[in-house]
């Protein structure tokens, strides 16, 4: 017998970035360049430089083992060697808790942490970041990566469980044949995020597929795999 499962859903009520109240600009697919005031905004917000030029990633998560967020801290010299800059927001285990504020400390103006949660922030950071990173080892469905597709960030996600069912790998086959606007039944599995190798591989595509400007277009919808 077949096993059927229903994803969850997003509240275009609460998370619309067209209608958000916690954003210093609205925008829609039609308006994408609406966007761009978003990341300044966050950027000042957090004390990061403000430089429209620096690829953004962002976290909001728990901050534990089954999220993958330990993976991170190991990597964080390799996205600021490609010039990112990195937003975190969660709280969790006392220890990537401390990770993360140490990273801040080390490198102001490159990475902000902000332990424990608040939402209206949540929804400044998907609407500011170019890339938003969910790197669960296990995720029954999820809703961040549904969020970053409503606001318009690139979910760079592990290819598993929920994430794999609900994000479609960007890459020239899916571009040139749509489906990376849409569900598909089998997921590009060649870009899991499993290893060093794999958070930097996956980081450097995600980082060229938000400044191209044909995924500009799309950015509502596109998405990218590790």
């Known amino acids: 017998e077949r096993v059927s499962g229903i994803l969850n859903g997003v509240d275009e009520g609460v998370w619309n970035p067209t209608c958000c109240p916690f954003l210093d600009s609205r925008y829609d697919l039609k308006h994408i360049t609406a966007r761009k005031p978003n990341k300044a905004a966050l950027q000042r917000e ?26 991170l801290p190991p990597n964080l010299d390799h996205l600021l060697a490609l010039g990112a800059q990195l937003v975190v927001l969660g709280s969790g285990d006392p220890a990537l808790e401390a990770d993360f504020h140490e990273a801040a400390q080390l490198h102001p103006g490159r990475i902000a942490a902000r332990i424990g949660y608040d939402e209206a922030l949540s929804h400044r950071i998907l609407a500011g970041v170019d890339v938003l990173l969910v790197p669960s080892r296990e995720e029954p469905c999820g809703l961040t990566q549904l969020y970053a597709m409503r606001y318009g960030a690139l979910p760079l996600v592990r290819c598993t469980g929920g994430l794999a069912d609900t994000v479609v790998d960007t890459n020239p086959a899916t571009l040139a044949d749509g489906s990376a606007t849409r569900r598909a039944p089998e997921p590009d599995r060649n870009h899991l995020w499993q290893t060093d190798d794999s958070v930097k591989s996956a980081s450097i595509r995600a980082i060229r597929l938000s400044t191209n400007h044909v995924i500009q277009s799309l950015q509502s919808y596109s998405c990218c795999t590790m």
């Open 46 to 71: 957090m004390g990061l430089d403000e430089d429209a030029s620096a690829p953004l990633f962002g976290v909001i998560s728990r901050l534990q083992e089954i999220k993958g967020l330990d993976m």
